[in-house]
């Protein structure tokens, strides 16, 4: 008999050919994230499933599928979605996708950072609202980047990325993080290390490059935001929950801090309401990794791990707890 392929949501092609190789594909009809009860009753019976950040993989899940699953591939480089250890606990591969949405999400956090810091979202609204205006010398006036310190937290395959695209504009680097890179990523990046801490107060703009994790929840909380400069952006492309989006949304009411663009959300796809009403805030849906060419490469990775692993082979890349 077939191995049985459950795939959560609507992929490219080029990724259910790979998986039509090695099993029976059935992809999810619907168009948009299942509920969980719905997704334990689609994945009886399945080998492997393949996910999106969406689907809450664990325990439960893994048991209604049946003691034959034998893989789980997420169809992102975050795997906060997986709680890990259940899943492979029980003896189930969990793989993602790193390496080939580094530099689509590199270019999208520049993309946010020019448009919290010229405003463009901004100037875009007026133009649409159709009311009058005029340039001067005044005019809509933003931040430059040439001499400002870009601070990043977490300077992973991603983190490195933004950074040397933020040298090519003339932005000085810091970052924090569990532990130092290595001396010649930080020689080649001109990278200072600092506390999270010294990295608050002395940033221009932060960046939040970090998985999320328990020690990374909430990290930038109200006290991290009163740490920061009153003329400083925050850019959020990892996850939302890194950010306690009600107390950024406080900030920026009360321009503690000087703007902010957002990628992602605390509770996607819901966005803070309170955020919508401020000017000084730039949000975008989780468009990250949104190319043509990454979202296929992302599909096409995970469906080689699932493939590889009902295969009998090593996966690609496994996620270990
Ligand atoms: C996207 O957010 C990913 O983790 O791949
Ligand atoms: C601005 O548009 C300039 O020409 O200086």
Same mark, same amino acid.
Request: charge should be negative.
């Given at each position: 008999m077939d191995k049985r392929i459950v795939v959560s949501r609507v992929v490219p092609e080029s990724a259910l050919d790979v998986l039509r190789e090695v099993g029976d594909v059935h992809v999810c009809p619907q168009d948009r994230p299942l509920t969980a009860p719905e997704l334990r009753e689609a994945v009886r019976g399945a080998h492997a499933i393949v996910t999106m950040l969406h689907d809450r993989v664990d325990a439960e899940l893994v048991e209604a599928a049946g003691p034959q699953l034998e893989v789980v591939a997420n169809v992102a480089v975050g795997y906060d979605n997986v709680d890990v250890p259940a899943v492979t606990g029980r003896g189930v591969t969990v793989t993602n996708t790193p390496g080939v949405l580094v530099d689509a999400t590199a270019d999208l956090t520049i993309g946010l950072l020019l448009m919290a810091t010229r405003r463009l979202g901004e100037g875009e609204r007026l133009l649409r609202s159709r009311r009058p205006w005029t340039f001067h010398l005044g005019f809509m006036l933003g931040a430059g980047l040439q001499g400002k310190t870009l601070g990043i937290v977490g300077l992973g395959d991603i983190g490195q990325a933004v950074a040397r695209r933020a040298r090519a504009f003339g932005m000085d680097i810091a970052y924090t993080g569990r532990r130092r890179v290595a001396a010649d990523v930080e020689a080649e990046l001109d990278a200072r290390f600092l506390t999270k801490d010294e990295l608050l107060r002395t940033a221009d703009v932060v960046s939040l490059h970090c998985p999320l994790t328990e020690q990374t929840r909430h990290l930038i909380d109200e006290a991290a935001l009163a740490a920061m400069k009153p003329t400083a952006f925050l850019i959020n492309t990892?996850?939302? +929950?890194?950010?306690?989006e009600g107390a950024l949304a406080k900030a920026l009411h009360e321009h503690r801090i000087g703007g902010a663009a957002l990628d992602?959300? &605390?509770r996607e796809p819901e966005? &803070? +309401? %309170? @955020? @919508? #009403?401020? #000017?000084n805030v730039v949000v975008v849906p989780? @468009?990250?990794? %949104?190319t043509t060419e990454t979202r296929t490469a992302m599909a096409e990775l995970a469906a080689r791990n699932a493939a590889a692993v009902l295969s009998g082979r090593e996966p690609l890349n496994p996620v270990r707890s």
């Open positions: 990892s996850r939302g +929950p890194v950010v306690d992602v959300f &605390e966005v &803070e +309401p %309170a @955020l @919508l #009403d401020l #000017d989780h @468009l990250g990794s %949104a």
